[in-house]
């Protein structure tokens, strides 16, 4: 069992930045870890996953904006958000799947404000 815990959340304005950080309790080799978001009254979708061989898969909205990264050393998964705008206001969630099943890990979310 894997724990993920989320940070790096924050109040930013319309084209800021911001890089969310999900550090897990064990190794994430085997695991292909990603960011989800939950906007009010949304369902939770994805914002782009990667796997421990580099492979990235990125939602059409945040393509050209955001950037994820892992660290397996760190058991660190990061989201580098820039170009920040209203719409990406949500709480972002860490989710780690392992790749031999569909064995899903969550974290409790960090909250993103995009606002003026």
């Known amino acids: 069992q894997v724990q993920v815990v989320e940070s790096g959340g924050g109040l930013v304005q319309p084209g800021g930045s911001l890089r969310l950080s999900c550090v897990a309790s064990?190794?994430?080799?085997?695991?292909?870890m990603g960011w989800y978001r939950q906007a009010p009254g949304k369902q939770r979708e994805l914002v782009a996953t990667i796997t421990s061989g580099g492979s990235t898969v990125y939602a059409d909205s945040v393509r050209d904006r955001f950037a994820i990264s892992r660290d397996d050393a760190k058991n660190t998964v990061y989201l580098q958000m820039n170009g920040l705008k209203p719409e990406d206001t949500a709480v972002y969630y860490c989710?780690?799947?392992?790749?031999?099943?569909?064995?899903?890990?969550w974290g409790q979310g960090t909250q993103v404000n995009v606002s003026s």
């Open positions: 064990a190794t994430i080799f085997h695991y292909v």
């Open positions: 989710n780690a799947r392992w790749v031999y099943a569909q064995i899903n890990y």
